[in-house]
């Protein structure tokens, strides 16, 4: 997950949304290049993933309250977990900001 | 139990009162292991002994220990042929106290063992306590 | 919503947990009374298992429960290995054993609320 967030950056999100913006149609996503994953694909996949990691976070740990889990295992799983999260927070917060930046221009 | 942790707190304090009055009687022992009596055919220190007994604490529900009797050994004294000791009987024995130093040495160190994992419970006791209310505090 | 089902087992855990150090302190303390039987509590999956009250009773004169129904009982004959002429069962090395499990899994158990707390509390903060 995170080497698709590297190969599409903020900016390269946020260059999309102002081509939206220029061509005047603000319905409907910008189409995605060829060969590179369209930034909503990239979104829900990186939301699925939070979910998973999650998930197997929480699953990981009640497993070993009742059984028996090597240490190492559940503190991987929640670091992952949170690991993920904070990044996905932290995209969010950024697509926010952007959004509302872009609000802001005059048109 | 209303807190177990609690509990465990209050039983192995017990404990180390339990230890350390084991403790007290051990040295009482051996500071008097020479001490005869004052007049001719007296009796001298007579050696004491510990019996421990659990106790179940009605508020926590958990079973304490205390030390249930400080009792006497029973157990003949020691007699040595001094006719110019003071405690001389007719027969110029003179009666020595029927404590023995290596009994006393290894009782001793028992009781500190006893008291070091008391001790220990306590460490754990407290850690575990401490480790539920720092859920609280900003991560 | 699932995640408050794991804060749930967690506190049981925690619980199941605090009862067996009580227990284990109770056997150090103990460990020289005569005729002492050391104790143990039911393994956690049983305790589980069983969600209502239980009343496990190691001597018929008195009965040990507490509110979530974890009944502490005697060791089993057969995982008694030693004996001293006291009649006491106490070994206070495997007392030591069983406190440093309890450490690690309450320690871990601390750990993992902790983490997922933090987890919650970011993903709620606007």
């Known amino acids: ?107 | 139990m209303s807190d177990p942790l609690q509990a465990a707190l209050k039983v192995a304090a017990s404990g180390l009162s339990a230890q350390s009055t084991r403790l007290r009687i051990v040295s009482e022992n051996l500071a008097n292991a020479q001490s005869t009596g004052k007049t001719a055919g007296s009796d001298p220190y007579r050696r004491k002994t510990v019996s421990f007994a659990t106790e179940l604490d009605r508020t926590t529900g958990v079973e304490t220990v205390r030390i249930a009797e400080v009792g006497k050994d029973t157990s003949a004294f020691v007699e040595e042929y001094e006719p110019s000791h003071p405690a001389a009987d007719t027969r110029g024995y003179v009666k020595y106290p029927n404590v023995s130093m290596v009994v006393e040495m290894a009782d001793m160190r028992e009781a500190n063992r006893s008291y070091e994992a008391n001790l220990q419970v306590v460490k754990q006791a407290r850690e575990l306590i401490a480790m539920t209310v720092d859920l609280l505090r900003n991560s | 919503m699932q995640g408050i089902h794991l804060f749930d087992l967690a506190s049981r855990q925690a619980e199941w947990l605090s009862v067996r150090q009580a227990t284990v302190s109770g056997n150090v303390a103990n460990a020289n009374t005569p005729g002492f039987k050391a104790r143990d509590v039911e393994p956690f999956h049983d305790v589980l298992a069983q969600s209502q009250l239980t009343m496990a009773a190691t001597n018929p004169k008195h009965q040990e429960i507490d509110a979530s129904g974890i009944a502490a009982t005697a060791l089993r004959k057969d995982a008694v290995t030693e004996q001293n002429h006291s009649k006491n069962t106490v070994n206070l090395e495997m007392e030591m054993v069983k406190s440093g499990e309890i450490n690690r899994e309450f320690a871990l158990n601390t750990s993992i609320v902790k983490a997922f707390h933090r987890m919650m509390m970011s993903s709620v903060k606007g």
């Open chain 1, 1 to 107: 997950m995170i080497d698709q967030l590297l190969s599409v950056s903020t900016r390269n999100a946020l260059s999309k949304l102002t081509e939206t913006v220029n061509q005047g149609s603000s319905a409907g996503p910008a189409p995605a290049a060829v060969g590179q994953p369209s930034f909503d694909n990239v979104l829900s996949q990186l939301a699925s993933s939070v979910s998973g990691k999650l998930q197997n976070a929480e699953a990981v740990s009640m497993k070993s309250m009742t059984g028996d889990v090597p240490t190492r295992d559940v503190v991987n799983a929640v670091m992952d977990a949170e690991q993920s999260l904070q990044t996905a927070i932290a995209i969010r917060d950024k697509i926010v900001q952007a959004y509302l930046e872009i609000s802001r221009m005059p048109i």
